[in-house]
C-alpha cells in the first residue's frame, strides 16, 4: 500500500520526472498521428486499387482473347459458384486516344477497356467514381442532358472545383456544334466576298449568346478552322478525309443517314479524368475536353497480325477513382461495341470472345482460396488468374514496408526518452536514498522498495502515453484544421491537392495500433526504471541511513 | 566476556551473543565492535553510552537488524532473529522492533498522520489495508495526541520543530506495538528542554506499558534516566550499572 501511496506523492512533488515523460508523449502522439494518417491513405490507395480491380481477375494471355464468355463464366460458376456474388466479362487492349485542345490534336496511350454497362458495377465500385449522379446509379453510355457535378462528389467542397463541368453534356455539344457551323458560313462568306465586318459581329453574337460566363473548356473561335473540318465521323467508319462543312449538307447516303452532331453522339467512352483534365496550384480542375466532345481512338483488331483501326467516339462522363495510374490510363467503353469493332464475334455463331472476366466474391470470402480453386480446374498456359492483391503486390507490400520501417524508427524515439527516464530515476534514487533507508528500516522489503520505483515508472508511462493519446488523437481529427492553419501562417502549401487527389487528408485511427503504441510506451517506461529500481532495492540500510 | 547480567533468569527481550562487525575503510579494516555481549531483560530500559566511534550505534544497527554482525548471534524473545532469511528480518523489522533515530528520518513527502502509519502501510496489501484503515488512522491519531501533536496532523515534517518530528518518530515507532524501541541518540539533535521531554516520554513509556527500551546517547544524564547503563569502550562493553542513581527519582 505504501508503494502506491509514494508512487502517488512523488509523481505530485517530483516535476523533472514528467518533463521526462514529455518525449514518452510526442513519441506516442506522433506515433497516433503518423499510423493514422499512413492507414488513412493506404486504406484510401486500397480502396482505389479495389475499386477498379474486381476481386479476382481471369484473364486470357492473349489480347485477342478465349472465346464465348457465358461458358467460362458457367464453368467458374460451377468451379466455385458458392462464394461469388457477380461476374462481368470485359475486354481490355492498348490504344491511342486522341483529342483535340485549341484545335491541336492531343493524342496519349491508354488502355481501352470495354465494359458490360449492366453488370459491371456490380464486380468493382467502377459506378462510383463517375461525375454525373445519374451515371453513379446506373452507368448509361449515352450523352446526359447536363447535370455533372461540379464539386467533387467523393470529397465535396463548398467551392466548386470544376466549374467547367456545370456546362458540359449535350449543352457544351450543342454549343460546340452551333459555333462550328458559324465558322463554316463566316468561311464561305470570306470565299464569296472577303473578310466582312458584319459576319465578325454576327461571330460575336452568337459568340456572346452561347458561351457559358466563367469557363469554356472548348477552343476558341479563332482555333476553330482545323477542327471544323474533322468533327464528324461516322460510326464504324475511317475517319472522314474530305472536309464536312455543314453537318447540314453533309449526307452520307452510305447510311442512308445525316448524321447531326447537335443530336446524336457517337459510341459513348468514360475516359479517366487524368486523360482530360489538370488540377491548378489552387485546387481547381482545369479540363482539356468535356463530356459531349468527340475523339478519335486507334486501337488493334483481334486478327493475326492484328491491324491497327480507329473510330470517332463521345465523351459521356469522366472517371476518377483518384489512382493517377488509373485515372490517366483507363478508357471505358460498351463491350459489345469494342467487340464489334475489333471483330471479336464470330461471324458463323455470333459468338463473341472477351480478354477477360471479372469476378466479385461474396463478403468474408478467402481470396487466396478461391483463386487456387480457379486455378485448379482451368489450365495456367491458357488462363490467368489473379486477385487485385496479386496484381498490385509490388505496391501494397512496399507501403507495408514503409509503414513498418516508420513505425521503428517512431518506436526508437520513445525509446529515447526511456533512457531519459533512466537518468532521472537514477537521480531520484540518489536524491531518496535516506527515505529507501528510512522505509527498509520500518521493515520495507527489497522487493517493495524495487516496487515503488517500477510502479513510478508505470504511472510516468501511463500519464505519458495517456497525454500523448490526448494529443495524437486530438491532432489526428484536427488534422486538415491544423493543415488550414499552417498553410496560413507560412503562405506555403502543405498539402497540395494537386499532386495527391484528395482535399483532405484521409486518416484511420485504429483501436488495436493505438493499443500496441501505449503499451510499447508504457513497458519501455517500466522498463527504463528496472535498473533505477534494482539499485534501490540493493541499497544497504544502515549506509542508506547514513546517507545525507 | 561472559553474561554479565549475572543469574540465567528468564529469556531476555533482547540479547546478543559475542557480536563482531568490521567496516572496511579504505584500504582498512575498522573493527567497530570486538564481541560484545549485550541484554536486556523484558520491560528493561538500558542506556547504552560510550564515546563517538565507540560502536553503540552500530551495536544498535545489528539489534535492530538493519545489519548483519560479522560474528556472533542476536536474539529477541528467545528466538534468534540474525540469522533469519532476509524476508523474515524485514518482518520482525515492521512489526517487532521499533525504531527512533537521532535525524527523525521522518519522509518529507507525507504528513505526520501519514509518516506515522507507514509501517502499517508496509505491513498491509491493498485490499488490507483498506479494510483496517479506519481502526490504523484512529490508534495513529490517538498516539500524536498522546504526544500533544493533534494539531499537527496534517503537517509536512519540514513544517514541524525538531521535538515534533521527533515525537512524530517515536508515535511512527510505536503503532507497530513493538516488543522492544531502539533509540539512536533521539536526543542529539534537540535543544535541552525538548531533549528532557522526549526522553520523559520514553521513560512513562517503559514504566506504564511496560516497554523495553534500549537508548543509545553519549550524554551521561539523559543515561542516568535509565534503570540500567551499558557502557562502551572501543568495541567492548566495558561496565553495567544497574539501577543508576537518577532512576530512583
Not at chain 1, 141 to 153: I, P, Q, V
Not at chain 1, 406 to 433: D, H, Q, R, S
Not at chain 2, 52 to 61: D, E, P, V
Request: proline share 6%; hydrophobic share 45%; aromatic share 8%.
Amino acid at each position: 500500500m505504501y508503494k502506491l501511496l509514494l508512487c502517488w506523492r512523488y509523481l505530485r512533488t517530483r516535476w523533472i520526472a514528467l518533463a521526462s515523460v514529455i518525449s514518452v508523449t510526442l513519441g506516442v502522439a506522433t506515433m497516433i498521428v503518423v499510423n493514422a494518417v499512413m492507414a488513412g491513405f493506404s486504406n484510401e490507395m486500397q480502396t482505389r486499387i479495389h475499386g477498379i480491380l474486381s476481386d479476382l481477375v481471369f484473364e486470357s494471355h492473349s489480347l485477342s482473347g478465349f472465346q464465348d464468355p457465358v461458358w467460362h463464366m458457367e464453368e467458374i460458376e460451377r468451379a466455385a459458384g458458392d462464394q461469388i456474388e457477380g461476374m462481368t466479362p470485359t475486354v481490355a487492349v492498348p490504344a491511342m486516344f486522341s483529342f483535340q485542345v485549341r484545335g491541336q490534336w492531343v493524342t496519349r496511350q491508354v488502355m481501352f477497356i470495354g465494359i458490360d454497362p449492366a453488370t459491371h458495377a456490380q464486380v468493382s465500385d467502377f459506378g462510383q467514381y463517375l461525375q454525373h449522379p445519374a451515371n453513379r446509379e446506373q452507368l448509361s453510355f449515352d450523352l446526359r442532358e447536363g447535370g455533372y457535378d461540379t464539386t467533387d462528389s467523393q470529397s465535396p467542397t463548398e467551392q466548386p472545383t470544376r466549374p467547367a463541368l456545370e456546362h458540359a453534356g449535350w449543352p457544351h455539344r450543342r454549343m460546340r456544334v452551333e459555333r462550328e457551323r458559324l465558322w463554316k458560313e463566316r468561311q464561305a462568306a470570306q470565299v464569296d466576298a472577303g473578310p466582312s465586318r458584319s459576319v465578325n459581329q454576327q461571330v460575336d453574337a452568337v459568340l456572346a449568346a452561347t458561351t457559358p460566363p466563367p469557363q469554356d473548356a472548348s477552343p476558341p473561335p479563332s482555333a476553330e478552322p482545323a477542327a471544323a473540318g474533322e468533327t464528324v465521323a461516322g460510326d464504324g467508319e475511317p475517319p472522314a478525309t474530305t472536309p464536312r462543312q455543314n453537318p447540314f449538307q453533309a449526307a452520307r447516303p452510305e447510311q442512308g443517314h445525316v448524321m447531326d452532331p447537335a443530336k446524336e453522339q457517337f459510341t459513348g467512352i468514360v475516359p479517366g479524368i487524368g486523360l482530360a483534365s489538370f488540377r491548378t496550384r489552387d485546387g481547381i480542375d482545369q479540363f482539356l475536353t468535356l463530356p459531349g466532345d468527340d475523339v478519335k481512338i486507334t486501337f488493334p483488331t483481334a486478327g493475326t497480325p492484328p491491324k491497327a483501326v480507329s473510330d470517332t467516339f463521345t465523351i459521356v462522363d469522366f472517371y476518377e477513382s483518384k489512382m493517377s495510374e488509373y485515372d490517366s490510363n483507363f478508357v471505358f467503353v460498351p463491350i459489345d461495341a469494342l467487340q464489334r469493332m475489333r471483330g471479336m464475334i464470330d461471324p458463323q455463331t455470333g459468338i463473341p470472345s472477351v480478354n477477360s472476366i471479372q469476378i466479385k466474391l461474396k463478403p468474408g470470402a478467402d481470396l487466396a482460396a478461391v483463386r487456387d480453386q480457379l486455378r485448379k480446374v482451368f489450365p495456367a498456359d491458357l488462363y490467368a488468374i489473379a486477385s487485385w492483391r496479386d496484381k498490385q503486390g509490388p505496391l501494397l507490400s512496399a507501403v507495408d514496408m514503409e509503414m513498418a520501417v516508420l513505425n521503428i524508427l517512431l518506436f526508437l524515439i520513445i525509446a529515447v526518452a526511456g533512457f531519459g527516464i533512466l537518468a532521472i530515476f537514477f537521480m531520484i534514487v540518489v536524491e531518496k536514498t535516506r527515505d529507501i533507508g528510512i522505509l527498509k528500516a520500518l521493515g520495507a522489503t527489497s522487493a517493495g522498495i524495487a516496487g515503488i520505483f517500477l510502479g513510478y515508472g508505470l504511472f510516468l508511462g501511463l500519464v505519458g502515453a495517456g497525454a500523448g493519446l490526448a494529443l495524437g488523437l486530438g491532432i489526428t481529427w484536427n488534422i486538415n484544421q491544423i493543415r488550414q492553419a499552417v498553410e496560413w501562417c507560412t503562405g506555403a502549401r502543405v498539402f497540395d491537392p494537386s499532386i495527391y487527389y484528395f482535399f483532405q487528408i484521409p486518416t484511420i485511427v485504429d483501436p488495436v495500433t493505438i493499443g500496441w503504441i501505449i503499451v510499447g510506451a508504457v513497458a519501455i517506461a517500466i522498463g527504463s526504471s528496472v535498473l533505477p529500481a534494482v539499485r534501490a532495492a540493493r541499497l544497504h540500510a544502515v549506509e542508506a541511513l547514513r546517507h545525507e | 566476556m561472559s553474561n554479565l547480567s549475572g543469574s540465567p533468569r528468564n529469556p531476555a527481550m533482547l540479547e546478543t551473543r559475542q557480536i563482531r562487525k568490521r567496516y572496511r575503510s579504505g584500504n582498512t579494516m575498522l573493527e567497530v565492535l570486538r564481541g560484545v555481549d549485550f541484554r536486556l531483560d523484558p520491560g528493561g530500559f538500558v542506556a547504552v553510552v560510550g564515546q563517538s566511534g565507540s560502536g553503540k550505534s552500530t551495536l544498535l544497527h545489528l539489534m535492530g537488524l538493519l545489519d548483519a554482525p560479522d560474528a556472533g548471534e542476536v536474539w529477541l524473545d528467545g528466538q534468534r532473529i540474525d540469522s533469519l532469511p532476509a524476508r523474515e528480518r524485514d518482518r520482525l523489522r515492521n512489526t517487532a522492533i521499533g525504531m527512533v533515530f537521532q535525524a527523525y528520518h521522518l519522509l518529507p513527502e507525507l504528513t505526520a498522520l501519514e509518516n506515522v502509519l507507514t509501517p502499517l502501510l508496509i505491513r498491509h496489501g491493498f485490499s488490507d489495508w483498506f479494510r483496517r484503515r479506519r481502526a490504523a488512522r484512529q490508534e495513529a491519531e490517538e498516539l500524536l495526541d498522546r504526544f500533544g501533536l493533534s494539531g499537527r496532523l496534517q503537517h509536512r515534517p519540514r513544517q514541524l520543530s525538531g521535538g515534533e518530528m521527533q515525537r512524530v518518530a517515536i508515535a511512527r515507532a510505536l503503532i507497530t506495538h513493538p516488543r522492544v524501541l531502539l533509540a539512536d541518540e533521539p536526543t542529539g539533535n534537540l535543544d535541552e528542554e525538548s531533549g528532557a521531554g522526549i526522553i520523559d516520554a520514553l521513560s512513562e513509556l517503559n514504566r506504564e506499558k511496560g516497554l523495553s527500551i534500549v537508548l543509545v546517547t553519549h550524554d551521561a544524564d539523559i543515561a542516568s534516566q535509565a534503570r540500567s547503563i551499558v557502557r562502551l569502550t572501543a568495541g567492548k562493553v566495558e561496565t553495567v550499572a544497574t539501577d543508576p542513581a537518577g532512576s530512583a527519582a
